[in-house]
Structures are given as structure tokens and as C-alpha cells.
């Protein structure tokens, strides 16, 4: 099993910053693409960034130029830094963790507001 724990969630104005932070535990030597999605009240949940082991990333169109995904191995952790943040951008963030027979496992998700 995988443990994924997700942190830097919160409240932010339009314009604003926030980075997300997400540890990986347990059998980490199994998982190959980390990312992040998002689901907004009411929507689906979606892709937002990905990150291989190798470091090729993946983003949604929305979020191009905006957010950027990073990830260190050795500390088995991927972040998400995120920036000129719009409402639209409110969800609960959800770390995800993909491993190479493409078995999922997910973090609870924390929960990014971004409001005046």
C-alpha cells in the first residue's frame, strides 16, 4: 500500500499564491506518476497536474502557465506551486499516486478557497 498525505491547503485572494505539498508512504518504490487533481462542488473530479518518476509533466489547459508541478524522489514528495490564483480555482486538491500497473491510490485532499 501507498500513504499520501497532502498539506498547504487554505484561503487566498484572487492573484494570489499557495503551494501544495504531498508525502509519500509506504511501498513508494511502486509508484511512477504523481500528480494532483481537483474536484469543485457540484463537478467531476480532474486531472490538474501530473508528474512521472522521470520527471515529464503534464498539465491541464486550465492551469498552464499558472501552476507549475515538481517532485523530488529521494524525499518522496511532489508539490504544487500555484499561482495567480482565480476562483474558479476553488476545489478540495487531491495528491494522487499512480503505480506501474496503474493502480491509484489517493490522498483525503485538502481544500484550496480562492476568494475576496
Known amino acids: 500500500q501507498v500513504q499520501l498525505v497532502e498539506s498547504g491547503g487554505g484561503l487566498v485572494q484572487p492573484g494570489g499564491s499557495l503551494r501544495l505539498s504531498c508525502e509519500a508512504s509506504?511501498?513508494?518504490?511502486?509508484?511512477?506518476?504523481m500528480g494532483w487533481y481537483r474536484q469543485a462542488p457540484g463537478k467531476e473530479r480532474e486531472l490538474v497536474a501530473a508528474?512521472?518518476?522521470?520527471?515529464?509533466?503534464n498539465y491541464a489547459d486550465s492551469v498552464k502557465g499558472r501552476f507549475t508541478i515538481s517532485r523530488d524522489n529521494t524525499k518522496n514528495t511532489v508539490w504544487l506551486q500555484m499561482n495567480s490564483l482565480k476562483p474558479e480555482d476553488t476545489a478540495v486538491y487531491y495528491c494522487?499516486?499512480?503505480?506501474?500497473?496503474?493502480?491509484?491510490?489517493w490522498g483525503k485532499g485538502t481544500l484550496v478557497t480562492v476568494s475576496s
Open positions: 508528474i512521472t518518476r522521470g520527471g515529464d509533466t
Open positions: 509506504g511501498r513508494i518504490f511502486s509508484i511512477n506518476s
Open positions: 494522487n499516486g499512480r503505480d506501474f500497473v496503474a493502480v491509484d491510490y
